[in-house]
C-alpha cells in the first residue's frame, strides 16, 4: 500500500485526526524510543513490522489496546509485566521474532485473547497458564523449531480453539497425546500438524473429526507408512522419507475409496499443494486426478517413480475429463527421479502453469503439452539439463519452437526449493473477516 494512501486511511480511522493515536501502525521505522511508546495509552490498535522497540525499563500500559501486532525483528524480549495492563486485548501477532527466545508466564493474563500467533520464533517453551485462555480461537505455531513439549492437557482445556497449527515445527513431544487433546476439543475445525511416526499417523486415521479437521498435513520419517489416508479437506500436504508409502486412500463421509477406482470426482477439491521426496517404493500418483484445484506438485528423489499419472485417457470418465487435469497447476518440480518416464499419458493445455522443473529425470522423452500450452501468456519458464532438453521427442515441432524460448539451462546438481507458501497468505483466508482486515489494513474496523 502506499504510503500516501495508508496515512489517510489512517487518518480517516482516526476521526479524521482527533484520536491520532488511535491506531498505530510502523512499518520500517528502524528504532522505536521507550517515550514513544508511552504516547500509545490510549491507543486501541498498534501494528509494527521490521521496527525493533527500544527496551522498557516498565512495562507499558494499554488499557483501550485490542490487538498487537509486533511481527518481524521486533522484539527480543518482554519486560517483567508486559502483558499486566492489556485487559481486553484480542488478537497479540509475535511472528517472526527469532530472536525471541522466551514467552512470559502473565500470557495467561489475557482471558479475552482471541488469537495468538507465534510462528518463526525461538520460544522454546509454552507457559502451562496458556491454560487460562478459554476465549482463544486461533493458536498459530509454525516454524519453532526450539519449540518443546506443549504442557500435558494444556489444548484439551482451551475450550473456545477452532483452529491449531504447528506445521514444519519439529514436535518433540508424543503426537498421539496431542491428537487426543484435539480430538477433545468441541470447536476444533482446521489443524495443520506434522507426524513423525506410524502410529501417529494412523491416529490421525482413525478419527473422522480429526482428519476432517486436518488442511495441512507433513508426514516425516514415518516408517512402515505404505498407506495415506486423505479427507476431501486437506489442502497441503508434504510426505518425506517415508520409504515404504505407496498409495492414498480418499476418506469421505461414510466410505473409503481407493485413489485409482474412486466413484466421486473432484474427491480432493480442496487440494492446492503436494510435496513428495525420498519416498522409495512410491510408482505413481494417479490420485491426484482428483485433485482438480492443485497448484503445487514437487516430486524429488522418489527411486522408483515411473509415472506420475499412470492411466490411460479412455480409463478417465467424461465427468472427470471436464476438470482438466492439471488446469490450474502453476509449478511443476521434478528432481532425481531416475525411472520416471511419463508425467501423463495425454496431452494437455496447463494453462494456469507459470514454471516447470526437470533436473536428473534422464527417462522423460515427452513432455505432455499440447498446442495452446504457453499461449495463456502465464508460462515463464521450463528448467533443465540442456542434453535433456535437445533429446526430447515431439510429436508436433510447432510445440518445441513456441515452448523453446521459455528454456532456460541449469545443472543437474543445484536443488530448488519447494515454493514457500506465506503463512500469513494461507491463513487470512480462514480467520474471521475481523481478523483478515486487521492483518490486510490494520487501519480497518474490527469487531471480534
Not at 480430538?183 to 490421525?204: C, G, H, K, P, R
Not at 506465506?422 to 474490527?446: K, T, V, W, Y
Request: charged share 25%; hydrophobic share 40%; net charge neutral.
Amino acid at each position: 500500500m502506499h504510503d500516501v494512501i495508508r496515512d489517510m486511511a489512517l487518518w480517516l480511522a482516526s476521526e479524521n485526526g482527533k484520536k491520532k493515536n488511535k491506531f498505530v501502525v510502523k512499518d520500517q521505522v528502524g528504532l522505536i524510543r521507550a517515550h514513544e511508546v508511552e504516547k500509545w495509552n490510549e491507543t486501541q490498535r498498534i501494528s509494527l513490522w521490521e521496527s525493533r522497540i527500544e527496551e522498557l525499563r516498565e512495562p507499558p500500559c494499554f488499557p483501550n489496546i485490542e490487538t498487537f501486532s509486533a511481527s518481524g525483528k521486533c522484539i527480543k524480549s518482554f519486560p517483567s509485566g508486559f502483558f499486566a495492563y492489556m485487559p481486553i486485548i484480542r488478537v497479540l501477532d509475535l511472528s517472526n521474532n527469532y530472536e525471541l527466545i522466551e514467552l512470559p508466564v502473565e500470557i495467561g493474563n489475557l482471558v479475552n485473547l482471541q488469537y495468538l500467533n507465534l510462528s518463526r520464533t525461538s520460544i522454546e517453551n509454552i507457559p502451562v497458564e496458556l491454560k487460562n485462555l478459554k476465549n482463544l480461537k486461533y493458536l498459530i505455531l509454525d516454524n519453532m523449531n526450539s519449540l518443546q513439549p506443549l504442557p500435558s492437557q494444556m489444548l484439551s482445556v482451551l475450550s473456545s480453539l477452532q483452529l491449531f497449527s504447528m506445521f514444519n515445527s519439529p514436535y518433540k513431544g508424543d503426537h498421539r497425546t496431542l491428537l487426543e487433546d484435539l480430538e477433545q476439543l468441541e470447536y476444533i475445525n482446521d489443524i495443520s500438524i506434522d507426524l513423525t511416526t506410524v502410529f501417529s499417523a494412523q491416529a490421525l486415521f482413525n478419527s473422522h473429526k480429526l482428519q476432517s479437521s486436518t488442511r495441512r498435513l507433513r508426514l516425516f520419517n514415518c516408517k512402515n507408512l505404505n498407506l495415506v489416508q486423505l479427507s476431501p479437506y486437506i489442502e497441503m500436504l508434504h510426505i518425506s522419507f517415508c520409504h515404504a508409502f505407496k498409495d492414498v486412500q480418499i476418506s469421505l463421509e461414510k466410505e473409503v475409496l481407493h485413489s485409482k477406482f474412486p466413484r466421486h470426482g473432484h474427491c480432493l477439491y480442496h487440494l492446492c499443494h503436494v510435496n513428495i521426496s525420498w519416498c522409495s517404493k512410491l510408482l505413481n500418483l494417479t490420485w491426484l486426478i482428483y485433485a482438480p484445484n492443485l497448484k503445487f506438485l514437487s516430486i524429488d528423489d522418489c527411486g522408483s517413480l515411473e509415472e506420475v499419472v499412470e492411466i490411460e485417457k479412455s480409463e478417465v470418465s467424461e465427468l472427470e475429463l471436464n476438470f482438466d487435469l492439471f488446469s490450474r497447476l502453476v509449478s511443476l518440480t521434478l528432481i532425481n527421479l531416475p525411472k520416471l518416464r511419463s508425467i501423463c499419458r495425454w496431452r494437455q493445455s496447463f494453462p494456469s502453469l507459470r514454471e516447470i522443473t526437470v533436473l536428473g529425470c534422464p527417462r522423460i522423452r515427452k513432455l505432455p503439452f499440447d498446442s495452446d500450452t504457453g499461449t495463456s501468456k502465464n508460462l515463464e519458464k521450463i528448467i533443465g539439463e540442456q542434453e535433456w532438453w535437445d533429446g526430447l521427442e515431439w510429436e508436433d515441432k510447432t510445440i518445441m519452437h513456441s515452448l523453446t524460448p521459455y528454456f532456460r539451462t541449469t545443472q543437474s546438481s543445484k536443488r530448488l526449493e519447494f515454493p514457500f507458501i506465506p503463512l500469513q497468505d494461507r491463513h487470512i483466508s480462514r480467520f474471521p473477516r475481523c481478523i483478515s482486515r486487521f492483518l490486510q489494513a490494520p487501519f480497518g474496523h474490527m469487531d471480534v
